[in-house]
Nanobody
Framework: QVQLVESGGGLVQAGGSLRLSCAASPDMSSIYCMAWFRQAPGKEREAVARINRDGSRTYADDVKGRFTISQDYAKNTLYLEMNNLKPEDTAMYYC?????????????????WGPGTQVTVSS
């Protein structure tokens, strides 16, 4: 079992930056795969970035070069560094984790979710 809590969302102007954090408890030692998802009003939840236990990363095409996913096992925290934000990045951002599988991408594949943190980018 693992619990996830996101933080770091907020209101930012286009071109600005935010860093999201996802604290995992009790720790990240049992987690195989973690990811950030986002969901805008009226749209489906979509994967933004994924990191596997071996550190390998995957990004959605529209965030490549702008977003960076990372994990700190000492702090049991997952991060999403977001730069050059655009109004279309506005969404609720969720942290997700799975304890049994790697290379996951679909929301239905992840077993654990945080409550989300809102990111709003003004033009």
């Amino acid at each position: 079992q693992v619990q996830l809590v996101e933080s770091g969302g907020g209101l930012v102007q286009a071109g600005g930056s935010l860093r999201l954090s996802c604290a995992a408890s009790p720790d990240m030692s049992s987690i195989y795969c973690m990811a950030w998802f986002r969901q805008a009003p009226g749209k489906e939840r979509e994967a933004v970035a994924r990191i596997n236990r071996d550190g390998s990363r995957t990004y959605a095409d529209d965030v490549k070069g702008r977003f960076t996913i990372s994990q700190d096992y000492a702090k049991n925290t997952l991060y999403l560094e977001m730069n050059n934000l655009k109004p279309e990045d506005t969404a609720m951002y969720y942290c997700a984790a799975d304890l049994t599988s790697w290379m996951l991408w679909k929301p239905s594949e992840f077993g654990y979710w945080g409550p989300g943190t809102q990111v709003t980018v003004s033009s």
